[in-house]
């Protein structure tokens, strides 16, 4: 049986979110892999939040907001892109793969984008193999 990433996405209500809600009423396709956490910004997920989200079995964690310069919060997406290298930064230095963790910008508009990336970053992760706590929950 083929190895079938947990994928978690911290989703920018504003944008991103309503980018994926456009994918699926587009009925573009795409693997069900990812489950969507809404977030009134990209800017207000903390590293404790991905971190937890490893924690509790995601092979992976998409990060996912308005394109710079159109935040509804004016730096948010700023802000989150900063505190993503600083996390890809750290997890490298505790022998975590940094790839798990992917930033991207997607509109509202963006249904396509966003079938798109989820596709690329199931398989991305897929290629990786199973994140260091997958089995967490099943061990508690």
Do not use: Q
């Not at 991207?104 to 079938?115: H, L, P, Q, R, Y």
């Amino acid at each position: 049986m083929e190895f079938e990433p947990k994928l978690v996405g911290f989703l920018c209500k504003w944008c991103s979110s309503a980018g994926a809600d456009l994918a699926g009423v587009s009925r573009r396709e795409y693997p069900p892999n990812l489950i969507p956490v809404t977030v009134n910004c990209s800017g207000r997920v903390e590293a404790s939040e991905v971190m937890r989200a490893f924690r509790d079995g995601a092979d992976g964690v998409l990060i996912s907001g308005c394109h710079p310069g159109d935040c509804h919060y004016t730096s948010g997406n700023y802000k989150a892109g900063r505190r993503v290298a600083l996390l890809k930064h750290t997890l490298d230095e505790f022998g975590m793969n940094p790839d798990r963790v992917r930033l991207v910008w997607i509109s509202a508009t963006e249904g396509d984008e966003f079938a798109r990336v989820v596709r690329e970053f199931t398989e991305e992760i897929r290629a990786l193999g199973p994140g260091p706590y997958s089995n967490a929950k099943e061990r508690r």
